[in-house]
């Protein structure tokens, strides 16, 4: 078995099924977890960074020479954004000095976001999808990253601003 298939399929979590995003993006919050406990919020931005990269590149690899440019089994994309999407409740318990498991909500909201906008793929989120490369397969889910990201924020904001929690 090739690294890059390994890499795209989040070692193998997208040949789950049914719905092998939702699995991916499922796996990425354990795995966001151990990266914010092991270095915070620092590392899990690596994380994102590094996710993307290697997507990018173990994608093109698992693809080249097929029609298909986004197999349902690559899920590294969901995983990239759902870090992303994640990381405001990262940065956010580390700020507070807070338990990660404690701030529930927010990797709730972080989850159900990004799984909304990744389906949905409104805006700049489907144009990226519509590129039918590689940078396009992980793009789309940076774009959607960032919109649930902005959700986390919104929701934090409005529940620790104008509800004073």
Known sequence: MRISHL???????GHLRPA??????LAALPAAWALHVLGGPVLLAIGVV?????????????????DNHDPSEIVIDEVAGQWLAFLPV???A????????????????????FRLFDILKPGPIGW??????????????????????????????????????
Request: aromatic residues 10%; contains cysteine; negative net charge.
């Open 7 to 13: 890499i795209a399929t989040f070692f193998l979590v």
């Open 20 to 25: 092998p995003g939702t699995w991916g993006s």
């Open 50 to 66: 590094a996710s993307f990269t290697l997507g990018v590149w173990a994608t093109a690899r698992e693809t080249n020479g097929k």
């Open 90 to 92: 990262s940065i956010g």
């Open 94 to 113: 580390a700020h507070a000095g807070a338990d990660l498991l404690a701030l529930w909500p927010g990797w709730v909201t972080a989850f159900v976001a």
């Open 128 to 165: 990226a999808d519509r590129r039918n490369d590689a940078v396009g397969v992980m793009l789309d889910d940076i774009f959607a990253g960032i919109a649930a990201a902005v959700c986390v924020m919104a929701g934090a904001a409005i529940s620790h601003g104008l509800l004073g929690a």
